[in-house]
Each structure stands twice: as C-alpha cells, then as structure tokens.
C-alpha cells in the first residue's frame, strides 16, 4: 500500500502499533499513583527530625535528620557526669545533650576545633553535613517538581493528544527525578558517614530508618521509568498527530517561500527591499519609506 509519510510508514515504527489497546493509560495510572506517593513519602521522611544518621560512642550520641541534630549523653559520661582532667575530657564534656539546626551544629563543632589533638578537622565534618542537609532538601523538592512535570507530560499524551515530544520529554523528566533524588541521598550518606571521624574515632555510623526508606523511594521511581521506556511506545494515534503537524509546518514553509518568490518578482525598488525573511512580512517603516516626499512650496 502506499505510504503517505516516514511517521506512518517507517520500519522501526510498525511494531510500536501494535501495543496491547487500553494499556498506556493504565501505565498513566500507574505512574500518577507512584508520582503522587513518592512525593507525600518524600517530604515525610524529611519532616523527621531524627533517624537519618546515628554515630554512638561510650561518650556521646549524635543523631541526624535532614535538617537538625540531637546530642545526647554517652554512658560513660552518664556515669561520671564530672569527668575532669586533660584536653580530651573537656571536649567530650561539651558534647551535652542539646537540639541543633545542622547550621548551629556546623558552628558548633567549628567553635571547639581548636580543642582536638587529633587528626580529624571536625570543623570540616560539620562543614559537609550542612551543606549535604541543604542539598538534600533542594533534591527532593527539585525531584518531586521534575516528577509531576513528567507526570503531567504522559497524561497529555495519554488522555489529551498524543505528541512525541511529550512522550521523549516524560522519559527525560523521569530519569531526571530519579537522578535528583539518588544523588540527593547519597551525597548526605556519604557526609554522614564521616561523622565516625570525631573523637574518638573507631566507632561506626549506623543509618536510620529515614536513609532506608529514601532507598524504597529511589527503587519506586524506578517504576514509572521503566514503564515508559518498555510499555509506551510510538501509536498510530502519534503517528498521526506528527503527520499532521509535518503537514502544518510544511504548507507554512511552502506559504512563506511563495510570498518571498513573490515579492521578489513584482517588488518595486524600495517595495521589494521592505520585505524580511526573518519577519516573514514587511519591515516596520517600509511602507512609511514608499510615501512621496514633500515638493518645496506644497503643504
């Protein structure tokens, strides 16, 4: 039969026709589900003010969220709360139990790193920490706004019109979600984790709950993504739709080279030079210039 156009007719295209009736819509669905869960669940976990990072030692416990820290006492200085002597008794007893924005605990350890004799900067380590929370938060919500922009592009082509523009730009938005918030989560991980550089050293970090279910998250997001690379493909519908812009934007180019043929044939010196390409009509002030000038003696 014969081929109208490459939209209707390529190779590459027919298999993507015959996709299962009903089932782009039900992966919509599926997709503005997910969107809608990830993006409450997100904001949750961020909400917590602690369980993101625990550091425990014999002397103090710092207990991360995405926005503040908890201090609290160890069981050494719990047992000798008047614990007095060197530089590095001091230090640990300044470790008392207190709330603190990740910016107060970033000013806080920069105020006694003077006191340390050891190798780790933990002016640094309270450095990274607030500056990770802040990322994280700008992640998540970028991610959550990347994911109903996508969201919203597959409903367009699923329920409104059918463009491939819309289909390429749900799967870019898609996997740039998910990029912003593994990115996010593992950027703070890894500044957390270097919480086991304070003194003393030698004791683990051990991440929360909040750290485990941003990963369940992440795993989620990969959901609608898979979706529309596997399960949304070019329809006839789109097809169609491409044809039919083509078409458009073909008889538009077609009507603009034949004004400018045109013209080109029957302009009049300054009446020819008055038309634009670009502008595709007359310059402003052409048609002012073809007005004759005044004769010396007339009005």
């Known amino acids: 039969p014969h081929c109208p156009t490459f939209y209707l007719c390529s190779p590459r295209e027919i298999r993507p026709f ?5 089932l782009p819509k039900t992966v919509t669905y599926l997709a503005v589900f997910i969107t809608a869960l990830t993006s409450v669940l997100w904001v949750v976990l961020l909400m917590q003010p602690r369980g993101w990072a625990l550091r425990i030692s014999a002397f103090y416990t710092v207990d991360t969220g995405a926005w503040q820290v908890s ?41 006694i790193s003077h006191m340390t ?12 920490l607030y500056i990770s929370s802040i990322v994280l938060i700008a992640c998540v919500f970028f991610g959550t706004f990347l994911n109903w922009c996508a969201c919203g592009m597959l409903a367009m082509w699923a329920f409104m019109k059918p463009r491939e523009s819309s289909r390429l730009g749900a799967r870019v938005l898609y996997f740039l979600t998910f990029a912003c918030y593994a990115g996010g989560l593992g950027q703070y991980a890894n500044a957390a984790n270097n919480l086991k550089e304070l003194p003393p050293t030698g004791d683990q970090v051990a991440f929360g709950r909040n750290v485990f279910g941003g990963i369940i998250l992440c795993i989620l997001q990969l959901i609608p993504l898979f979706t529309v690379f596997v399960f949304i493909g070019r329809t006839r519908d789109e097809a169609i739709n491409e044809h039919k812009s083509y078409k458009k934007k073909e008889a538009r180019e077609e009507t603009r080279l034949a004004n400018k043929k045109y013209m080109e044939e029957v ?16 310059t402003p002030g052409a048609l002012e210039s073809l007005e004759p000038a005044a004769q010396p003696g007339n009005p």
Request: charged share 20%.
């Open 18 to 22: 015959k996709m299962v009736s009903g």
């Open 71 to 111: 201090i609290s006492r160890g069981a050494v200085l719990k047992v000798l709360p008047g614990m007095r002597g060197n530089r590095v008794s001091k230090f640990l007893n300044l470790f008392t139990p207190a709330v603190r924005s990740t910016e107060d605990f970033k000013e806080f350890l920069c105020g």
């Open 117 to 128: 004799l050891f190798v780790s900067d933990v002016c640094l380590i309270g450095s990274n």
């Open 267 to 282: 302009g009049y010196g300054a009446a020819g030079s008055g038309y634009d390409a670009s502008y595709d009509g007359w």
